[in-house]
Structure formats: C-alpha cells, structure tokens
C-alpha cells in the first residue's frame, strides 16, 4: 500500500490555480519531490516568484484531473490543518477499477480533501515574503485569494495517475481545430442545409479561438472590418453558449468540454478592482487568448489566458450570470453527451461549489431572490435592473436546478444540497407569488391599499398603485400574462423582459399556468415583440425623463436601441427552446423564418433598432457570434426536439413538498400559500 500525500496550501494572490501530482511533478518548473515539511515556506518563496512573473495562465498550468487513486486499499491523505498551519491526516477508501459507482466513490474521498483545501484555505497578502507567510497562513491572513495546490503526492512507485482532462497539448484526447473542417461542408445534418446555415456554419467555425492548438470558445465578433473591436474579440461566457449548444447538437463536443474545463481554471484567479477581490467563485465576463513572451528565452513566444472579470469592463459591472451559464452548460454537455464524467470530477464539483457559495451566502437579503448591481447580465449597463431583476432570479433557477442534478451528494455537500433545495423552493414561490402580472393581478395593485403593517399585509411591498405604468393599462392582454423586470419595497418594474421570461418558462420557474400564459403573451403582442426581427430585449423602452435618470443618458440606450428595447436575434435559440417545451415549435418557425429573411443579408447584427425592429442598430458589431450561433441552434432544436427536451426542466413536485413541509416544521407563522401559487 502506497501512501497518498496532499498538501492544501493557501496562498496569496495567484497567478493561477495549479494542480500538482503524478511522478516528476513540478510546481512552477521545480520538483515537489523536494516538498517536505518546510512546504509552506518553499512554496511561499516560488509563489511570490510566480506571482511576480506571471499574471495569466498559459499553456503550460496543465489542466489536470485528480480523481483516480489506484489503489484499492485504504489510503491516507496529508492536508493542511487550518488551525496548526501543518500537514494532517485524513484517510479514504477508493476501489480500483471498479464500477462507475466504485469510481465515484473514490471520487468522493479526494472530493473531500480537495474541498477541504478551499474551505480551511487561508488568505495572504500578494507582497508577503517568506518570514510572515507562516504567521499569515496560520493565522487568517489578510484579505487576498487564495491559490490552492492541491498534490496527491504517491508512494515511490508513483501509483496515483492524473486523468489528463484531453485539453492538454499534444495529449492524445487532443482536439484538432482542423476537425472543424467538417463544418465548412456540413455533411452530417441530413437535410438539405440551406445556403444561408451553410454561411452561418462557416462563420461560427471561422469565430473559433484556440489556445494552444485546441479550440476553447469563440469571439464575441468576427467582423474584418471593424477597426474598433473593443472586447468583442474575446470569447464572452454568456456568448458562448449558443455557440456551445450549436456545436454540441452537431456532435462536436470537445471545444465545449475545453471551454468549460479553461474558464473553470479561471475561476480562481487573481481578481482584483481596486484593491478589492471578489470572492473566489467568480466566473470572468469573458477571456482572451494573448501571446506573451516566454520568460526567460530569447524571442519565444507562449500563449496565455487573460479573463475579465468586470475589472476591465465598461462600467466595472459584475459578472454574476457567468458562473450561472457555466453550470447551466456544464448540465447541457452532460445531457446532450452522455459524458458525465466531466461533471463529476473533484475540480468541476469544487467549482459547482463554489459558484454556489458565492451565490447562497448570507447578507442582508430579505427574500430568496438574488441581490445584484445594474448591469449584472446580459443588459451589461446601467438599464434599472439592480437589486432583483428577473433575468438573474431565472438564470440562478435554471443553475439551482442544474448543480442538484450534478453535485455529488457526500457528507461535504449534505449541507450545500439542503440549501439548494430550500432556496429553489423559496425562490420559486416568491417569483410566482409577487412577479406574476396579468389582467387580474393589475387590477388587484390598482386598488391595492398601502402602508399596511403587519404579517398579513396584501400589499407587502407597499406599491402605490400610481406605479401602474400607462402603456401598461392598454397592453396586459385578456389572456395571458408575465413576471415583471424587477421587484423593490415600493417599487414594480413592470417592463417585459424577454431572456428572464423565457428562462422562467425553460426552468418552470413559472407555474405551468404562468408558462403557458407568457407564451400566450408573447403571442397576442407578436407586433411589440418580434415585429420586424425577433426579439425584443425589453419592453417598452424607456424614454424621455426616465431615460436620463435611469440610463444617465446613455447615448448608447437611447429608446429602442441596444439594451433599451433593441431586438437581439441570439434570444430565438431560448425562444425556441421554451416554444418546444410548451408544446408551440410552430410559434418558434415562424420567428425564425422572420430572423433568416434578414440576418444573412445585413450580415448577422448583434442587435436592431426602432420599435419593430427595422433598422441594423446603430453601434451593432457585424458578424456577430451569439447571432449565427442562436440561429443554428435554433434550427437543430427544432429539428431535434427530443435533443432540446434535455435542456429544459417540468415542475418538480418534490420541491413543492420541501415548502410545504419546511414552512410546516419551523412554525411559519401564516399557512404556507405555494400551492396557491400553483396553477
Ligand atoms: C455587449 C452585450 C453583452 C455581450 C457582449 C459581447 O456587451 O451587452 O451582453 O455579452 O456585448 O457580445
């Protein structure tokens, strides 16, 4: 029996998050076959090198896979004590060879371990020399992200294998960009492919970026002509997973898997505004493949990873729906691929994890809603959409239900499991509870009461019934209805936005009632909606006053273009996805039959302006990415609607349940109302 060594080191401010094991390891190029008791004072001093070097991760920080211990007796880990600052035992059981389930056992053990490591990990100032990184580490440290190395160190016969994630250079699971040749001639789809997919294939192939010869997203835009590309030649999250879908539904699964396997490095880097980090499972807003030269050599050159996490950003806005698409993806590969394996290793469910640590930790929130600053999403300005705005509460649905089919449930994740269950109950309920409008519900705030104190208030936001918008009088059809923008004490934002409508239904945030009504909606106000090119961003745009005040007179927002009520075609693909669910592929054809007319021929805009959408939008970027890839996609999802049927959700009843039961046992003080909520 060999023994199995890992060392959780904090540290400070890292360049990358490093993963050690197998033979000849080393850490930053130098042997850890030195490491030793003195670990934390070696490690300090080549950190504080690194750090110095380097702040990007290039090809070099191998993405490696710590799951497999081939061992099949018991084995003991070393880890860090977060109270001694020295190296602990932790023993495991993993089985050899064994079945998945035998597997995925011994995928828990290092789980553990490997988890345990964020967790005990302790920050440290970047400039932190070696004499008070031990004073540091052990005694909290200063406010600084850590770097975890995580080394399952072997016996001397070296037994413990890193399962290579197939990202690596030249590793035999390598992907060729040159598979993507195929694309160019799309001989796989077996109807006739029209002219305008075969472009639409040969322009989403053409926006393919690769890092050290495998492809690991694609940009934000492709256009030659554009002189000013700004961050719109960097592969963007949320852009990225129409691209995703596109690729995953042809079959070309490797450029996914790297994707979410290189942002997942990201994750834990060095972030830093001003002094200040956010916390450590941040996903960056997007990410650039940069060329640098290499250290030390005469005129060589590496490739490098550099993310965005809103630091460079305009607006310094906070990527909160990244890490939200991340897992919401991860789920996709996994259906769509049957590869599950990817979801289930120690660094993806550390990841998973720490998404939702960041994303359920307390504060000073009053409801299960996701508290946020403006332009947290999509809208990536300020739009009005601070404190709860809908797309968030859907997308952070969506991931809810995503990590609880993913997470490995263990005794580490007992607790985190529970959570995610009593927060998507809650969530759910209070959307459908007090988002939901529709004819009935207007009429009841028109006549609401206000300044009522007490537990049983009807009004408990205290709206004044004043807030009913105009334009809204006239428009809530007779049938049908929505969840509003965004939700505040004594504020209702009643605008229609589209991706958090849509996500409500794709998730069945929405009752199925709700859903069906939304779709009903969108129906009945096609001309507000889709009118020219679908689809609108929001609805109605805002003018005037409130334009100034809201936007700050952003010239880039002015009414009806971009972000306020713009169309953006990349919304079809969910539009598509949520017709499928809810039984209307037809409603789906006819928006994308409206969108093929125009997009080839104006060269796939990012957005459109005026009210129905008739004219290229004004700053628009051309040949845009998460355009042609909402396109494609939304072709194959219609065609496979079986393959689309993987990526939304039905009503959970279980969840329900835990409401119902969970209000019952802590004494609530009012009989819960989620089955009213109910259609
Ligand atoms: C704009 C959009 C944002 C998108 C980015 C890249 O900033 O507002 O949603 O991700 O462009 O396309």
Not at 78 to 93: E, I, Y
Not at 106 to 111: D, F, M, Q, R, Y
Not at 512 to 523: F, G, M, W, Y
Not at 654 to 660: G, I, N, P, R
């Amino acid at each position: 029996m060999s023994t199995s060594c890992c060392i959780g080191i904090s540290t400070m401010k890292p360049c990358c998050r490093i993963l050690i094991g197998c033979k000849s390891c080393s850490f930053f190029g130098i042997s850890t076959r030195k490491l030793n008791h003195s670990v934390v004072d070696n490690l300090s001093k080549l950190r504080s090198k690194s750090v110095r070097r380097r702040r990007y991760r290039s090809c070099n920080s191998r993405i490696a896979e710590y799951i497999r211990v081939i061992d099949q007796d018991r084995r003991a880990f070393c880890v860090s004590d977060p109270n001694s600052g020295k190296s602990s035992l932790f023993s495991g059981v993993h089985n050899r060879g064994t079945s998945r389930r035998g597997s995925k056992r011994g995928v828990l053990v290092i789980a553990n371990v490997a988890s345990d490591f964020r967790n005990h990990s302790t920050s440290v100032e970047a400039h932190v020399n070696e004499k008070n990184f031990e004073r540091i580490y052990v005694q909290g440290g200063l406010n600084v992200k850590p770097l975890v190395v995580e080394r399952i160190e072997t016996g001397p016969d070296d037994v413990v294998k890193e399962q290579e994630s197939g990202v690596e250079v030249n590793g035999p699971n390598t992907v060729n960009v040159d598979n993507f040749k195929d694309l160019k001639d799309p001989i796989n789809v077996e109807r006739e492919v029209s002219e305008i997919e075969r472009e639409a294939w040969r322009l989403l192939q053409d926006s393919v970026v690769s890092y050290c010869g495998n492809p690991v997203g694609t940009v934000a835009a492709n256009d030659p002509a554009d002189k000013q590309p700004l961050n719109y030649d960097q592969v963007f999250i949320r852009d990225f997973v129409p691209s995703a879908l596109a690729f995953l539904l042809r079959g070309e699964t490797e450029i996914v898997k790297n994707f979410l396997l290189h942002t997942l490095q990201l994750q834990s880097w060095e972030k830093t505004v001003d002094c200040h980090s956010p916390g450590q499972g941040l996903m960056p807003a997007s990410f650039k493949v940069r060329t640098v030269p290499l250290d030390g050599s005469n005129g060589a050159f590496e490739e490098v990873l550099d993310p965005d996490f809103g630091e460079s950003a305009i607006g310094r806005v906070a990527p909160v729906d990244s890490g939200l698409w991340w897992i919401i993806l991860l789920r996709a590969y996994g259906k769509i691929t049957g590869d599950y394996g990817l979801q289930e290793r120690v660094d993806v469910q550390t990841g998973i994890r720490l998404i939702l640590n960041l994303c359920l930790s307390d504060g000073f929130d009053m409801f299960p809603t996701l508290l946020v600053t403006d332009g947290s999403c999509m809208i990536d300005r300020r739009m009005g959409i601070h404190g709860h705005p809908l797309e968030i509460q859907a997308l952070f649905y969506s991931a809810l239900r995503s990590s609880r089919e993913m997470l490995t449930v263990n005794d580490n994740t007992r607790t985190l499991v529970a959570a995610i269950n009593n927060r998507l109950s809650a969530l759910s309920f209070h959307i459908r509870e007090y988002y939901w409008v529709d004819m009935k519900k207007i009429n009841e705030i028109y006549r609401y009461k206000t300044e009522e104190y007490s537990t049983d208030a009807i009004n408990k936001f205290n709206i004044y019934p004043d807030q009913i918008p105009a334009w809204l009088v006239d428009w809530i059809p007779e049938e049908g209805g929505y969840l509003i923008g965004n939700l505040q004490p004594a504020h209702m934002d009643f605008r229609f936005f589209t991706l958090g409508n849509l996500w409500s239904i794709i998730s069945s945030l929405g009752t199925s009632k709700q859903n069906e009504d939304i779709l009903n909606l969108i129906e009945s106000k096609w001309d507000d909606l889709m009118g020219q090119m679908p689809l609108k961003i929001c609805y109605p745009a805002l003018e005037y006053e409130e334009w100034r005040i809201i936007t700050g007179g952003d010239p880039k927002n002015t009414p009806w273009s971009y972000h306020n009520g713009g169309s953006w075609p990349t919304l079809l693909w969910q539009f598509t996805l949520a017709c499928i669910k809810m039984g209307k592929p037809d409603l789906a054809e006819k928006a994308v039959a409206l969108a093929e007319k125009r997009l080839g021929v104006d060269q796939w805009p990012e957005y459109y302006d005026t009210r129905s959408g008739r004219f290229i939008g004004k700053q628009s970027r051309l040949f845009q990415t998460w355009t042609i890839a909402g396109f494609l996609a939304s072709k194959m999802l219609l065609e496979n609607p079986e393959r689309a049927s993987l990526l939304f959700w039905e009503e959970d009843y279980e969840l329900l349940q835990t409401c119902v039961c969970a209000l019952g046992k802590t004494g609530g003080r009012r009989k819960c109302t989620r089955f009213a909520a109910r259609s």
